[in-house]
């Protein structure tokens, strides 16, 4: 049998006792099973934290227009944590269906699109001016 488990967390330390957790416990039902246990890690990205005055800029920016917003932590892999080396970063999700995204099953309203367009364009702004 083989599967695949992605487990991120914001906290580096954090994230490392997850993975100890989850080898811990497959040892043991492979040991209580006599199975055999292999897996290769095939990413291992630290965290890329958002710089926290443009989070709350943006912040700012939605309760301004009165968008509503969830700020969240993202274990994505994006440009960001590239662009992250040489400057402040922060991203901007718009809202998908019942959560999907990257399945063919994502979509996301015009409203929600033209929302993150707004937001987007008001941090552009407050960062320019």
């Known amino acids: 049998m083989q599967f695949t488990i992605d487990a991120r967390h914001p906290d ?9 957790t989850h080898e811990g416990m497959m040892r043991e039902v492979a ?3 006599n199975l055999d246990l292999d897996w290769t890690v095939q990413i291992d990205h630290r965290p890329c934290r958002s710089d926290p ?3 709350s800029m943006l912040q700012k920016s939605a309760a301004e227009q009165e968008i509503p ?3 969240m932590a993202s274990g994505a892999g994006h440009d960001t944590q590239q662009m992250a080396t040489i400057a402040k970063v922060a991203m901007i999700f718009v ?3 019942e959560g999907r995204s990257h399945t063919p099953e994502e979509f ?3 409203a929600d699109i033209v929302a993150g367009i707004r937001l987007l364009a008001a941090g552009i702004h407050k960062l320019a001016y």
């Not at 580096?12 to 100890?20: G, H, K, Q, V, W």
């Open 108 to 110: 996301s309203s015009i």
């Open 69 to 71: 917003i969830l700020t």
């Open 95 to 97: 809202r998908s269906k």
């Open 12 to 20: 580096p330390e954090r994230c490392e006792r997850l993975y100890a």
């Open 53 to 55: 005055a443009v989070v």
């Open 31 to 33: 040991a209580r099973r």
